[in-house]
């Protein structure tokens, strides 16, 4: 119906255009056309009029030559009037054919016109019927565009309707969050107080028990002194003096135990100060028994908490520290990321730590690192590992909320020590090797005693703590609020603050405990005099970036290089004495590195990284 309705319409319009077009341009020839038909009728008139001239003429001829002598007269007068008429005629005639021409040339430039015209009408016709399909097609989008909007007029209800419900909806539990958030600031604000309170109870229970458990032992021991002792002939006793060879002018080498054979010969009792110092580092309160002290146990203490040659060999050999420049070994420490790992004190064993819940324990031998052993019991990744200055304890932190205490040399499980309610991130020995402390993600640093295997403190820190070190009596932790803080172990309050530009990731203490290197999230590492509690010096490179939350780097151990690895897999050394890049080390890994450790003796410097990588870095 609507193609019928539009074909009749341009049809309709076409002859109202043509019937328009025959008034407009009959007007303007009618005119001409009646001139024309005039000029027509005056020739036909002419034609006559000279048909009739002949015929007269000949008339006059024939009556001339009938009678020349009579008309005479008449017949040149006739002549010439006849003559006078041919020449008006004439005249006459050539007026009209100039007439016709010109109306002829009327006539042509008037068909050209017409010719031009009907060209213009089909021109016109056919863009009229072009646009009649234009308008058609458009007409038909129209209806498409009208049924869209009307579509979308009823989807955008629909929305509106539903972002109404869920304005409604939104309004009610923003309303609710707002009252749970306020709920929850109670709880926890409730639940600090319960927990400082808590706190404070077991650290006061452990103060008044640790104080029992001393007057206890000072009371055995002067108990103890008092009588001989029962001891073998052909036995030996470790003694430890607090003044080598005081009183009689001998040293032990080293400042060694001394080892002297046993007299049956009655001593005076040592003084208290003196018992309280052997007390304190021996730990001896489960091994008296009615005043007879086990040379056995004596040794397991010596050898578990004292110091050993170790030590002392690595301090000895501090002095040649070569800056690596090799990859001499690599190979895969773990199954998974490799969090952590540390050189023991003779830099004999390296000890790494992974996601796959184990530590693993790594002889090096001329550059090249096997495995001796692996300590199994975390029930999570290993997020720090740390040995005692003897070497012959590790102490590794977890995920699984716990630090755990290995022998090294029989990889058994010692101790478990479980309080924290978050991720443990790192854990360190104090000085004494009898007690620890380790930090964790539920913002509190615990104290513990590995004698009675009990927490003897609590401190809220007031955010993550990522990383510890220690000095005699005091604690340095790195938080995620970009703070390094100082504690004091006896007073457990913060002595002082110092706030960095980034999150702390990782701290290092330089071998005589003067400075303190600190890493931070905006790839900066820094020495801090602790002597003047001020940043003194800054290192950074271009390209060195911090790889995680957790990055750690390292000191060397005569302290004057530092070394760091990045996010890009590329191990940095800066020397610390002009504060320059000193070596960029980039083949050997392919992923971030999370830890760096230098070995006491300075010969070989470890690297692990996010994958399963370690490389043992050398000069060699």
Same mark, same amino acid.
């Given at each position: *119906?609507?193609?019928?309705?539009?074909?009749?319409?341009?049809?309709?319009?076409?002859?109202?255009?043509?019937?328009?077009?025959?008034?407009?341009?009959?007007?303007?020839?009618?005119?001409?056309?009646?001139?024309?038909?005039?000029?027509?009728?005056?020739?036909?008139?002419?034609?006559?009029?000279?048909?009739?001239?002949?015929?007269?003429?000949?008339?006059?001829?024939?009556?001339?030559?009938?009678?020349?002598?009579?008309?005479?007269?008449? !017949?040149?007068?006739?002549?010439?009037? *006849?003559?006078?008429?041919?020449?008006?005629?004439?005249?006459?005639?050539?007026?009209?054919? /100039?007439?016709?021409?010109?109306?002829?040339?009327?006539?042509?430039?008037?068909?050209?016109?017409?010719?031009?015209?009907?060209?213009?009408?089909?021109?016109?016709?056919?863009? *009229?019927?072009?646009?009649?399909?234009?308008?058609?097609?458009?007409?038909?989008?129209?209806?498409?565009?009208?049924?869209?909007?009307?579509?979308?007029?009823?989807?955008?209800?629909?929305?509106?309707?539903?972002?109404?419900?869920?304005?409604?909806?939104?309004?009610?539990?923003?309303?609710?969050?707002?009252?749970?958030?306020?709920?929850?600031?109670?709880?926890?604000?409730?639940?600090?107080?319960?927990?400082?309170?808590?706190?404070?109870?077991?650290?006061?229970?452990?103060?008044?028990?640790?104080?029992?458990?001393?007057?206890?032992?000072?009371?055995?021991?002067?108990?103890?002194?008092?009588?001989?002792?029962?001891?073998?002939?052909?036995?030996?006793?470790?003694?430890?003096?607090?003044?080598?060879?005081?009183?009689?002018?001998?040293?032990?080498?080293?400042?060694?135990?001394?080892?002297?054979?046993?007299?049956?010969?009655?001593?005076?009792?040592?003084?208290?100060?003196?018992?309280?110092?052997?007390?304190?580092?021996?730990?001896?309160?489960?091994?008296?028994?009615?005043?007879?002290?086990?040379?056995?146990?004596?040794?397991? !203490?010596?050898?578990?908490?004292?110091?050993?040659?170790?030590?002392?060999?690595?301090?000895?050999?501090?002095?040649?520290?070569?800056?690596?420049?090799?990859?001499?070994?690599?190979?895969?420490?773990?199954?998974?990321?490799?969090?952590?790992?540390?050189?023991?004190?003779?830099?004999?064993?390296?000890?790494?730590?992974?996601?796959?819940?184990?530590?693993?324990?790594?002889?090096?031998?001329?550059?090249?690192?096997?495995? $001796?052993?692996?300590?199994?019991?975390?029930?999570?990744?290993?997020?720090?590992?740390?040995?005692?200055?003897?070497?012959?304890?590790?102490?590794?932190?977890?995920?699984?909320?716990?630090?755990?205490?290995?022998?090294?040399?029989?990889?058994?499980?010692?101790?478990?020590?479980?309080?924290?309610?978050?991720?443990?991130?790192?854990?360190?020995?104090?000085?004494?090797?009898?007690?620890?402390?380790?930090?964790?993600?539920?913002?509190?640093? /615990?104290?513990?005693?590995?004698?009675?295997?009990?927490?003897?403190?609590?401190?809220?820190?007031?955010?993550?703590?990522?990383?510890?070190?220690?000095?005699?009596?005091?604690?340095?932790?790195?938080?995620?609020? $970009?703070?390094?803080?100082?504690?004091?172990?006896?007073?457990?309050?913060?002595?002082?603050?110092?706030?960095?530009?980034?999150?702390?990731?990782?701290?290092?203490?330089?071998?005589?405990?003067?400075?303190?290197?600190?890493?931070?999230?905006?790839?900066?590492?820094?020495?801090?005099?602790?002597?003047?509690?001020?940043?003194?010096?800054?290192?950074?490179?271009?390209?060195? /970036?911090?790889?995680?939350?957790?990055?750690?780097?390292?000191?060397?151990?005569?302290? !004057?290089?530092?070394?760091?690895?990045?996010?890009?897999?590329?191990?940095?050394?800066?020397?610390?004495?002009?504060?320059?890049?000193?070596?960029?080390?980039?083949?050997?890994?392919?992923?971030?590195?999370?830890?760096?450790?230098?070995?006491?003796?300075?010969?070989?410097?470890?690297?692990?990284?996010?994958?399963?990588?370690?490389?043992?870095?050398?000069?060699?």
């Amino acid at each position: *119906m609507a193609g019928r309705r539009v074909e009749c319409l341009w049809k309709r319009h076409v002859a109202e255009q043509l019937k328009q077009r025959d008034r407009v341009q009959r007007q303007a020839f009618e005119e001409i056309i009646h001139q024309y038909n005039r000029l027509l009728e005056r020739s036909d008139l002419q034609a006559v009029f000279s048909e009739r001239l002949q015929t007269d003429k000949y008339e006059q001829q024939n009556r001339h030559d009938l009678s020349p002598g009579v008309d005479g007269g008449r !017949s040149d007068s006739l002549q010439q009037e *006849m003559a006078q008429m041919r020449i008006k005629h004439q005249e006459e005639l050539t007026d009209l054919h /100039k007439k016709r021409g010109e109306l002829a040339q009327n006539v042509i430039e008037l068909n050209n016109q017409i010719q031009h015209k009907d060209k213009e009408i089909q021109s016109n016709e056919a863009k *009229m019927l072009e646009y009649q399909q234009q308008i058609s097609h458009l007409e038909g989008e129209c209806r498409e565009l009208r049924n869209s909007l009307a579509d979308l007029e009823r989807a955008n209800q629909t929305l509106r309707d539903e972002y109404d419900a869920l304005q409604i909806t939104f309004n009610a539990l923003d309303e609710k969050l707002r009252k749970t958030t306020d709920d929850n600031l109670e709880l926890v604000t409730r639940w600090m107080a319960e927990k400082a309170q808590e706190a404070n109870k077991l650290n006061a229970e452990n103060e008044k028990d640790s104080r029992r458990r001393q007057a206890k032992l000072q009371k055995e021991l002067a108990d103890a002194a008092k009588e001989p002792l029962p001891i073998e002939p052909d036995d030996d006793i470790e003694v430890l003096s607090e003044d080598a060879g005081k009183g009689t002018g001998e040293t032990s080498p080293g400042g060694q135990p001394s080892r002297t054979p046993s007299k049956r010969t009655s001593q005076p009792p040592p003084p208290a100060g003196l018992l309280d110092s052997i007390t304190n580092i021996f730990g001896l309160s489960d091994s008296i028994h009615s005043g007879f002290i086990p040379s056995e146990s004596r040794r397991r !203490s010596v050898n578990s908490f004292g110091t050993s040659p170790e030590p002392a060999e690595a301090a000895s050999m501090c002095s040649d520290v070569r800056v690596p420049s090799t990859a001499v070994h690599i190979f895969d420490a773990h199954d998974g990321e490799v969090n952590a790992v540390k050189f023991s004190p003779g830099s004999r064993l390296l000890a790494t730590g992974g996601m796959d819940r184990r530590v693993k324990l790594w002889e090096v031998v001329s550059g090249h690192c096997e495995l $001796k052993g692996t300590l199994t019991g975390s029930n999570a990744g290993i997020t720090s590992i740390e040995f005692d200055s003897a070497g012959s304890y590790l102490l590794a932190a977890s995920n699984d909320f716990a630090s755990r205490i290995w022998t090294v040399d029989d990889s058994r499980l010692r101790h478990t020590l479980t309080g924290h309610s978050g991720k443990v991130l790192s854990a360190r020995f104090l000085l004494d090797n009898a007690r620890i402390v380790s930090g964790s993600y539920d913002r509190t640093l /615990k104290l513990w005693d590995l004698r009675s295997k009990v927490c003897m403190k609590t401190v809220f820190a007031g955010s993550s703590c990522n990383d510890i070190v220690c000095t005699e009596q005091c604690v340095m932790s790195g938080h995620f609020d $970009k703070k390094v803080r100082f504690w004091d172990i006896r007073a457990e309050s913060i002595v002082r603050e110092l706030e960095l530009l980034g999150r702390v990731t990782s701290l290092d203490l330089n071998h005589d405990r003067t400075e303190l290197l600190v890493c931070s999230r905006d790839d900066l590492v820094k020495i801090i005099d602790l002597r003047s509690n001020a940043v003194r010096q800054t290192f950074s490179a271009q390209g060195f /970036k911090c790889g995680s939350d957790f990055t750690r780097v390292t000191f060397s151990p005569d302290g !004057s290089y530092v070394a760091a690895g990045s996010a890009d897999g590329v191990l940095y050394i800066w020397n610390v004495l002009t504060g320059k890049l000193d070596k960029t080390l980039d083949k050997g890994h392919s992923s971030a590195i999370n830890s760096v450790s230098w070995s006491p003796s300075g010969a070989y410097v470890v690297s692990v990284e996010k994958a399963s990588k370690a490389v043992l870095w050398s000069d060699m």
